[in-house]
């Protein structure tokens, strides 16, 4: 116990490696560019990237953000997707010490795994604006299989669980997709799986109130912002599903959000 800040790196390094690599996943999927076996490259100058220009954050810095062989700006995104996944790593994991490690280190490699994917998504939904079929089906396969193996989740719990994605399908149809993408509802068939009823209406709820602060945020400070303008709403649900399972103890002081 005494150490227990020595496990708390490990989990934080090991986020930044797994942030790294969702970035060049993201970044090349769907690119014609192979995910493995492919030297990350300079997307300017095409420079093959050494291995002292692989190490997460630290090479970032010691490059002063820009690339050794052109000196062209690398993207603050890539720091940005290490650090945070290496934040959400440590959060899932706490939670995994405190709540469900009766499920073994096989529960909590399905938490890190459903951090990832999600965090893989947000990123292509910011980049994109679209949710691939196949990352939302991946998260959704991932959340179903984690919940019978490790939580034995009953039939009952899963239909109820279905209902937020059922919700965002609801205002899809009713929008004419205008209001939300179809690819939202997708998503959140495996964050509802994932969660439970409960605690993924709670992340539906966070989700909503952060996006439409964001919006005014966005409205009142950059001109060129409309109300259609297109916030892309994945990222927002993500960090919804994030903060309801991080803090799903103290989701009753959440109910302010429901009024
Ligand atoms: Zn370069």
């Known amino acids: 116990m005494l150490y227990f800040w020595i496990y708390w790196l490990i ?3 090991l986020g ?3 942030g790294s690599f969702i970035n060049s996943f993201v970044l090349r999927y769907n690119t014609g560019e192979k995910i493995a076996n492919e030297r990350s490259r300079c997307f300017k100058c095409g420079h093959a990237l050494g291995w002292r220009e692989l190490i997460p954050i630290f090479s970032f810095i010691l490059l002063k953000g820009r690339c050794k062989s052109c000196q062209s700006v690398i993207s603050w995104q890539y720091p940005a997707v290490e650090i945070l996944t290496g934040l959400v790593f440590l959060g ?14 096989g529960a909590l490699v399905y938490l890190l795994l459903f951090a990832s994917i999600l965090i893989a998504i947000s990123l292509y939904d910011l980049m994109h604006k679209i949710i691939p079929d196949s990352f939302s089906y991946f998260l959704a396969a991932v ?3 984690g919940n019978f193996i490790f939580f034995n989740i009953n039939l009952y719990e899963l239909l109820l669980s279905l209902i937020p994605a059922g919700f965002l399908f609801f205002l899809w149809l009713f929008s004419r997709g205008k209001w939300m993408g179809l690819g939202d509802a997708k998503l959140m068939v495996g964050g ?17 109130w952060i996006g439409a602060l964001f919006g005014i945020f966005l409205l009142l400070t950059n001109p060129k912002t409309t109300i259609k303008s297109e916030i892309p709403f994945g990222p927002f649900l993500a960090l919804g599903i ?18």
């Open 16 to 18: 930044l490696s797994v």
């Open 242 to 259: 994030v903060i309801a399972f991080l803090f799903s103890d103290y989701l009753d002081l959440l109910t302010i959000f429901y009024a």
């Open 92 to 105: 899932f994991y706490i939670e995994w010490v405190n709540k469900y490690s009766s499920g073994g280190y």
């Open 11 to 13: 989990v934080f390094v």
């Open 143 to 145: 959340a179903l299989l």
């Open 192 to 208: 509802g799986i994932f969660l439970g009823v409960r605690t993924s209406l709670a992340a539906l709820m966070i989700g909503f």
